[in-house]
């Protein structure tokens, strides 16, 4: 069962999300979204996701398309 949400993005998110939606033919960036929540579901690995401080944006640009 799936529910409508709404969550706050940065721009580069939506540009990832959107380029792995065209790169792997998915039928749009929610599923792009959804495969990403899976894999983290699925390596059970929470500390490492979350255990590191991370910010792509301070300093940075963010996301960037790779080659």
Do not use: N
């Not at 069962?1 to 706050?8: L, N, P, R, Y």
């Not at 939606?21 to 960036?29: F, N």
């Not at 894999?39 to 996301?63: A, P, T």
């Amino acid at each position: 069962m799936s529910e409508m949400q709404t969550f706050q993005l940065h721009d580069d998110m939506l540009r990832m999300l959107s380029w792995c939606k065209d790169k792997y033919k998915l039928s749009d960036e929610s599923k792009a979204l959804r495969v990403i929540l899976d894999y983290i579901i699925e390596e059970d690995d929470f500390d490492k996701v979350f255990g590191s401080v991370r910010c792509l944006r301070c300093g940075g640009d963010g996301w960037v398309e790779p080659d």
